[in-house]
């Protein structure tokens, strides 16, 4: 459902970002890409506003070394790439290093979503945290009673079936 969403979401994005493109360079013919300035400009605040929402909001406390690692893993690839992609692109055939490029993107972003939805993954790795976190008996009931208790607030109509999940990975730890 959320592949879906994030699906069709693009797909309007990108069918917005033309119209728009379209309509400003017939109102104003300019060489300089005023469409595609606004839409980024746009685009950058919307996001601004969501991180100092989640980031800087007082309720959730974010750690600013969680924070930076965060930033730090999400700039190191263009940092990294930056460099050697404008000489490579000067030497390929751009359309066909575009075609490629989104395709591998795609197929590592639908390969990441696969592992996340598989629950086999989460258990053996959330089952080794909690075996070498050397829980007693109570540590882990009140893992549990926090976990239900997580369940009844953000979904209720699934807790039980959260709450039988949590179980059973806790016996898979003893």
């Not at 990441?112 to 790795?125: P, T």
Request: aromatic share 8%; hydrophobic share 55%; proline share 4%.
């Amino acid at each position: 459902m959320i592949t879906m969403l994030t699906l069709l979401v693009g797909a309007a994005g990108a069918v917005t970002r033309f119209l728009v493109d379209a309509e400003v360079k017939r109102r104003w013919p300019t060489t300089f890409p005023w469409a595609t300035f606004g839409i980024n400009v746009t685009g950058s605040l919307l996001l601004g506003i969501l991180a100092g929402a989640v980031l800087f909001n007082p309720e959730r406390a974010a750690d600013p070394a969680a924070i930076a690692a965060g930033f730090t893993v999400l700039l190191l690839p263009y940092s990294f790439v930056g460099p050697f992609a404008g000489v490579l692109l000067d030497r390929w055939w751009r359309q066909r290093v575009l075609v490629r490029s989104n395709l591998i993107r795609a197929l590592g972003v639908a390969g990441a979503e696969r592992v996340l939805r598989d629950e086999r993954w989460h258990v053996g790795f959330g089952a080794r945290c909690l075996q070498d976190a050397g829980l007693s008996d109570a540590a882990a009931s009140r893992i549990l009673d926090e976990g239900a208790r997580a369940a009844e607030l953000w979904a209720p109509a699934q807790a039980e079936k959260v709450v039988h999940g949590l179980q059973r990975r806790l016996r898979m730890v003893r």
